[in-house]
């Protein structure tokens, strides 16, 4: 330490923060942070010093900008991107429309004759890998499930399968309709944007916002996983209210790419989704070609063993809306589109408490889906790779045998759904179906209601306690109805049979 004593200096970073690759697993560096400006250039002095489109830009790259909000929106929800790119977007061939994918949808409008309504609980069984004598890429493996609303109206939510088992080529995907949370639940998505590159694998999460050119490539082959498209709205970190500053998932663990660009001038295929319906355009160049970019409108991920759980200490449930990593507001104040909720290992410690889910009938739509582990309590067909989906009100909750267990069980700390996670797409608006999901995917099954027969009216076998209880208190007896008739006290007198049922007399 005595070489030290006489220094006050100490040392300065030489950059902002980037995260260190994690070898094989994920090989890129990423800039941390949610919602944040952003700069990135992969070659250094490209960045224009001092405004967005300089008359001439350094190599000869060309300015191009990108919005994900209206030109007028309020600064903090003003969104927008600037790129300086080899060749710019306009440079193309053309669009021509593709034929229709049957089993993509976009307009959940009960009046379309491909979507159905369900009062009851439906769950499908893991969805299937494509057959191996088909090569089926991201795009080509989208399959729609169920939704609401349509992009025309620019508000709404699409929930699409991707069922894959090629790499994309010279081909990239542009969501002119909404954008797009990832969720890979079989294989490791390597996800190149123009922003950027990210490796996403099981457990994280990616969001591709609309407009924005990507391809997928698959390191793992086969792979399986979950998408949520949003309409007319984006993802936003939940506020937190009395929790505070920080907790649930902290903008400091969002992730997004560093500049990376590719030379490639061959032939391209760029497939556009506009209001659902697929266009295909050419161009001889790569779209992944910006050297560098600035601006808050970027693609991310997260890794979701980061987010800290909260929960009740002492007794009772919090509401599910804890378990919120993002949200989309709709066009209703205080009511999201979407929220994107996930249930992992934490402790439950609630005393006195019925620790399952209550038995509860909810206002919002209910999509889960699971990357990995095991959730007791629900359907026997909830595996990883499968889904469950509740409408609004239709009332669910654990079967008997878990109500058993909850009731009778001794309460002490105990950790909860280890080496698990689950999510739940939450939604305020009503869904429909697709006809995929409900006759094409060979997956479809209803929850069993034998799952909930043993919920039995235990609490006619204490109509004798219940009784005395009501003498003592000075209040009628069971069956007695005290009514007003002409100004009268009338009590109608009703007796019980021997199977605890009530007849009048």
Same mark, same amino acid.
Not at 51 to 72: C, H, I
């Given at each position: 330490?005595?070489?030290?004593?006489?220094?006050?200096?100490?040392?300065?970073?030489?950059?902002?923060?980037?995260?260190?690759?994690?070898?094989?697993?994920?090989?890129?560096?990423?800039?941390?942070?949610?919602?944040?400006?952003?700069?990135?250039?992969?070659?250094?002095?490209?960045?224009?010093?001092?405004?967005?489109?300089?008359?001439?830009?350094?190599?000869?790259?060309?300015?191009?900008?990108?919005?994900?909000?209206?030109?007028?929106?309020?600064?903090?929800?003003?969104?927008?991107?600037?790129?300086?790119?080899?060749?710019?977007?306009?440079?193309?061939?053309?669009?021509?429309?593709?034929?229709?994918?049957?089993?993509?949808?976009?307009?959940?409008?009960?009046?379309?004759?491909?979507?159905?309504?369900?009062?009851?609980?439906?769950?499908?069984?893991?969805?299937?890998?494509?057959?191996?004598?088909?090569?089926?890429?991201?795009?080509?493996?989208?399959?729609?499930?169920?939704?609401?609303?349509?992009?025309?109206?620019?508000?709404?939510?699409?929930?699409?399968?991707?069922?894959?088992?090629?790499?994309?080529?010279?081909?990239?995907?542009?969501?002119?309709?909404?954008?797009?949370?990832?969720?890979?639940?079989?294989?490791?998505?390597?996800?190149?944007?123009?922003?950027?590159?990210?490796?996403?694998?099981?457990?994280?999460?990616?969001?591709?916002?609309?407009?924005?050119?990507?391809?997928?490539?698959?390191?793992?082959?086969?792979?399986?996983?979950?998408?949520?498209?949003?309409?007319?709205?984006?993802?936003?970190?939940?506020?937190?209210?009395?929790?505070?500053?920080?907790?649930?998932?902290?903008?400091?663990?969002?992730?997004?790419?560093?500049?990376?660009?590719?030379?490639?001038?061959?032939?391209?295929?760029?497939?556009?989704?506009?209001?659902?319906?697929?266009?295909?355009?050419?161009?001889?160049?790569?779209?992944?070609?910006? &050297?560098?970019?600035?601006?808050?409108?970027? $693609? @991310?991920?997260?890794?979701? +063993?980061?987010?800290? /759980?909260? #929960?009740? %200490?002492?007794?009772?449930?919090?509401?599910?809306?804890?378990?919120?990593?993002?949200?989309?507001?709709?066009?209703?104040?205080?009511?999201?589109?979407?929220?994107?909720?996930?249930?992992?290992?934490?402790?439950? &410690?609630?005393?006195?408490?019925?620790?399952? $889910? @209550?038995?509860?009938?909810? +206002?919002?739509?209910? /999509?889960? #889906?699971? %990357?990995?582990?095991?959730?007791?309590?629900?359907?026997?067909?909830?595996?990883?790779?499968?889904?469950?989906?509740?409408?609004?009100?239709?009332?669910?909750?654990?079967?008997?045998?878990?109500?058993?267990?909850?009731?009778?069980?001794?309460?002490?700390?105990?950790?909860?759904?280890?080496?698990?996670?689950?999510?739940? /797409?939450?939604?305020?608006?009503?869904?429909?179906?697709?006809?995929?999901?409900?006759?094409?995917?060979?997956?479809?099954?209803?929850?069993?209601?034998?799952?909930?027969?043993?919920?039995?009216?235990?609490?006619?076998?204490?109509?004798?306690?219940?009784?005395?209880?009501?003498?003592?208190?000075?209040?009628?007896?069971?069956?007695?109805?005290?009514?007003?008739?002409?100004?009268?006290?009338?009590?109608?007198?009703?007796?019980?049979?021997?199977?605890?049922?009530?007849?009048?007399?």
């Amino acid at each position: 330490m005595s070489k030290f004593k006489n220094l006050d200096y100490g040392a300065t970073a030489a950059s902002s923060f980037n995260t260190t690759p994690r070898g094989s697993d994920d090989p890129y560096q990423y800039q941390v942070g949610f919602g944040n400006r952003f700069a990135s250039e992969a070659i250094p002095g490209v960045l224009p010093d001092d405004r967005n489109m300089p008359q001439k830009n350094k190599y000869d790259l060309y300015t191009e900008g990108m919005t994900g909000s209206s030109f007028v929106a309020p600064r903090a929800d003003n969104l927008n991107a600037w790129l300086y790119r080899i060749r710019p977007s306009v440079a193309h061939q053309g669009f021509s429309k593709l034929p229709e994918n049957p089993d993509l949808e976009s307009n959940f409008l009960p009046l379309n004759l491909k979507v159905h309504v369900s009062p009851t609980q439906l769950a499908w069984h893991p969805f299937d890998f494509p057959s191996e004598d088909q090569a089926v890429d991201f795009v080509d493996g989208m399959k729609t499930v169920a939704g609401n609303g349509d992009p025309t109206l620019h508000e709404g939510i699409a929930v699409h399968m991707y069922l894959a088992n090629t790499s994309m080529g010279r081909k990239a995907f542009c969501n002119a309709d909404g954008d797009m949370l990832i969720l890979p639940e079989r294989g490791k998505l390597n996800i190149q944007t123009e922003f950027g590159r990210m490796m996403v694998r099981p457990g994280e999460l990616a969001v591709i916002q609309r407009g924005m050119k990507f391809k997928v490539q698959l390191p793992d082959g086969p792979s399986r996983g979950y998408i949520q498209e949003i309409f007319g709205s984006h993802y936003t970190l939940p506020e937190l209210g009395p929790l505070g500053g920080h907790g649930l998932a902290n903008p400091r663990d969002f992730e997004s790419p560093l500049a990376s660009f590719d030379l490639d001038q061959n032939h391209w295929d760029i497939i556009y989704k506009v209001c659902g319906e697929l266009h295909s355009c050419s161009q001889e160049h790569t779209p992944f070609d910006v &050297v560098a970019w600035h601006g808050n409108y970027v $693609p @991310y991920k997260y890794d979701m +063993s980061k987010f800290t /759980f909260v #929960g009740s %200490i002492s007794k009772d449930h919090i509401d599910p809306s804890i378990f919120c990593v993002l949200t989309a507001k709709s066009k209703a104040a205080g009511v999201p589109l979407a929220d994107f909720l996930i249930f992992s290992g934490r402790w439950d &410690v609630g005393d006195g408490t019925f620790r399952p $889910p @209550y038995y509860h009938r909810n +206002s919002s739509t209910e /999509f889960m #889906g699971m %990357i990995y582990g095991e959730y007791g309590g629900r359907s026997d067909g909830f595996k990883p790779g499968g889904a469950s989906f509740e409408t609004g009100f239709c009332p669910h909750g654990v079967s008997y045998e878990e109500f058993k267990k909850a009731t009778e069980g001794e309460l002490r700390p105990t950790r909860v759904h280890e080496n698990t996670l689950v999510f739940m /797409f939450e939604s305020s608006m009503m869904w429909t179906i697709t006809d995929w999901a409900m006759k094409r995917s060979g997956k479809l099954h209803e929850h069993e209601p034998k799952m909930w027969d043993n919920l039995k009216g235990q609490f006619m076998n204490y109509l004798e306690e219940v009784e005395e209880d009501l003498r003592k208190a000075g209040l009628p007896g069971l069956g007695r109805n005290q009514r007003v008739d002409d100004g009268q006290d009338v009590l109608e007198q009703v007796s019980m049979n021997g199977n605890g049922h009530l007849n009048g007399h």
